[in-house]
């Protein structure tokens, strides 16, 4: 969080870019974070985080929708790296949410695999209509907070280590326009240095 408000105040320190630290890392990596986001080009994690080579491990999908590989991805940082913390990052705008609610208001879905993203992210847009949200950032909240209770339930391994106190799961929410994040949902302990 600290280094998102550097980034917002445009103070960054661009830590860890640095031609010693890279060969620092070429034996292994420990992140202290793994990061799950939509694939968004203006969601780059290293960049709104002021964070360098090593620091994240970042996994980004459109929707920020979840699949076999996506878990296996989030849990090989988690029960490998030994990556105290997962960021589940949505934001504003999101367009797969976006295309979700319109296929829910008038029928429709887009053709090929776009379909799929949008099919997995229909059960937020349907869960938010039941809280009576209809407006997409209240929709995008939602699908964060659903996102990271997804994982929580597909993955015992996740849920052992929150369950341990080795690990968290932190959903937040990206601004495009400020460049800010805040929190959404939480599982676990959280560090005040995490994210």
Known sequence: MEG???????????P?????????????QTPFAVL???SDSRLAAEIIFDRGLGDLFVVRTA???TGSEVLGSIEYGV?????????VLGHDSCGAVVAARKAVVEGSNPPGYLRDIVERVTPSVLAANA???NDVDDIVDVHIRRTSELLVERSSLLADEIAAGRCAVAGLSYRLADGTVRLVSSHGPLQSNAA
Do not use: I, K, Y
């Open 16 to 28: 860890n870019q640095d031609a010693d630290h890279r060969a620092s890392l070429a034996p292994g």
């Open 36 to 38: 799950f986001g939509c």
């Open 79 to 87: 029960a490998v790296l030994g990556t105290p913390l997962v960021v």
């Open 4 to 14: 998102n408000q550097r980034f917002v105040e445009s103070s960054r320190l661009h």
């Open 63 to 65: 929707g920020q929708v």
């Open 131 to 133: 809280e009576g949200e």
